[in-house]
């Protein structure tokens, strides 16, 4: 019986680290990875591919990804609740993007920015019409780095220069109301076992 690889979204995660191009990347290294952990019987012409990229495309399997060394910190970091911006929670919106929760600390709040801000620019770039993901890359950055954005409040536009950092939200919170605790998990990171722990032991206290 094959082993099966556990993924928190019952994936299959492919990362390899490797010093080119990623269509360089070792096509025999991820059809070894896939033969001993993939679920299931990996088709044929996955295996005659000869790129990274059609081995997946030929599995047809929405929940196997291949993640460049890049794209595997993103993720690590997403599901650990931990990134580079402006600390904000957003949506889209047909002008741009709308600013749902400012965190408190966060440079977001530091310079200003408001729950129900919607966000038009980042850096001169029109945000309107742009998928979440793709406003996202415009507004966060390496630590440090400064992005000029353009908000509109109301009827009134305003700027505002925000100064990137590390932000790091907890995927576990906790709160006791009355005689009963609750317990709310975000993502599955690294520390939520340990988390999630500690709350059920203050919930027996």
């Not at 099966?4 to 019952?10: D, V």
């Not at 047909?94 to 729950?115: C, N, Q, R």
């Not at 109301?154 to 709160?175: A, H, M, N, Q």
């Amino acid at each position: 019986m094959k082993k099966r690889l556990w993924t928190g979204l019952l994936s299959v995660i492919i990362f390899i680290t490797f010093n080119v191009t990623a269509f360089a990347a070792p096509v025999d290294e991820v059809k070894e990875i896939l033969k001993y952990y993939y679920v299931d019987d990996v088709p044929q012409s996955a295996l005659e591919a000869d790129n990274v990229y059609d081995v997946i495309k030929a599995l047809n399997d929405p929940y196997t990804q291949y993640f460049t060394k890049e794209e595997f910190n993103d993720f690590i970091n997403s599901v650990n609740n931990t990134f580079s911006g402006i600390g904000v929670q957003i949506e889209r919106v047909d002008e741009g993007i709308k600013i749902m929760t400012v965190f408190e600390g966060s440079p977001a709040k530091e310079v200003g920015l408001k729950s129900g801000d919607v966000i038009i620019e980042a850096d001169g770039t029109s945000l309107a019409g742009l998928q979440v993901e793709n406003a996202v890359k415009l507004i966060r950055g390496p630590e440090g780095t400064v992005v000029n954005l353009k908000v509109k409040r109301g009827t009134d536009v305003l700027e505002f220069s925000v100064t990137r950092r590390k932000i790091v939200l907890p995927t576990v919170e906790f709160k006791r109301m009355h005689n009963f605790g609750y317990i709310t998990i975000s993502s599955f990171g690294e520390d939520t076992d340990s988390f999630f722990r500690n709350y059920v032991e203050k919930i027996r206290i």
